[in-house]
T-cell receptor, first 113, second 113 residues
Framework: DQQVKQNSPSLSVQEGRISILNCDYTNSMFDYFLWYKKYPAEGPTFLISISSIKDKNEDGRFTVFLNKSAKHLSLHIVPSQPGDSAVYFCAGSSGAGSYQLTFGKGTKLSVIP | NAGVTQTPKFQVLKTGQSMTLQCAQDMNHNSMYWYRQDPGMGLRLIYYSASEGTTDKGEVPNGYNVSRLNKREFSLRLESAAPSQTSVYFC????????????FGPGTRLLVL
């Protein structure tokens, strides 16, 4: 049973346009969500997070939106840059197990110059 | 600071061989984690250690053992490697508290023949 779902394995976007990456979750106990970015042959790096008490969090070009009633979150990147090309993982945390994270399968973003 | 380091970077094993993957962090983090990533899959938690002296199973613990040697080091052992354990292994660490993020190492690529 996948608790975190990223239904789009890949996404291509033109440079300068908006990238929207989506994530759905089923575990109602999740109260904190994170997005990680991963380049090939490197470990994931933290990008942005959001607490369940908020519906939006912004950091520069990156904004995460949370819709708790729909159990859906999305990551917006504006404007997209070629350096944003990477795999993006959505993760949820419930506080259980020392705040262990449950990851989605990832979405590969390609930003075309 | 080096952050989270992992050794080796790459390893080839024959079925039935044993090996230990090493992980160390220099951020004085309490919690440490071991994940595996397979093609088309997200990161799945193998084991974690909430604090020095404690370890707990994650989602996919079978075939693995761990040791939290001290606050800095958390090792993952494969006693009898199987081809199904071919994967990329990531170690991560985190401070206490919900909103602290996990920091990942660069990964160990393991091929079991």
């Amino acid at each position: 049973d996948q608790q975190v779902k990223q239904n789009s394995p890949s996404l291509s976007v033109q440079e300068g346009r908006i990238s929207i990456l989506n994530c759905d979750y089923t575990n109602s106990m999740f109260d904190y969500f994170l997005w990680y970015k991963k380049y090939p042959a490197e470990g994931p790096t933290f990008l942005i997070s959001i607490s369940s008490i908020k519906d939006k969090n912004e950091d520069g070009r990156f904004t995460v939106f949370l819709n708790k009633s729909a159990k859906h979150l999305s990551l917006h990147i504006v404007p997209s840059q070629p350096g944003d090309s990477a795999v993006y993982f959505c993760a949820g945390s419930s506080g259980a197990g020392s705040y262990q994270l449950t990851f989605g399968k990832g979405t590969k973003l390609s930003v075309i110059p | 600071n080096a952050g989270v380091t992992q050794t080796p970077k790459f390893q080839v094993l024959k079925t039935g061989q044993s090996m230990t993957l090493q992980c160390a962090q220099d951020m004085n983090h309490n919690s440490m984690y071991w994940y595996r990533q397979d093609p088309g899959m997200g990161l799945r938690l193998i084991y974690y250690s909430a604090s020095e002296g404690t370890t707990d199973k994650g989602e996919v613990p079978n075939g693995y053992n761990v040791s939290r040697l001290n606050k800095r080091e958390f090792s993952l052992r494969l006693e009898s490697a199987a081809p199904s354990q071919t994967s990329v292994y990531f170690c991560a660490s985190k401070s206490s508290g919900k909103k602290e993020t996990q920091y990942f190492g660069p990964g160990t690529r393991l091929l079991v023949l």
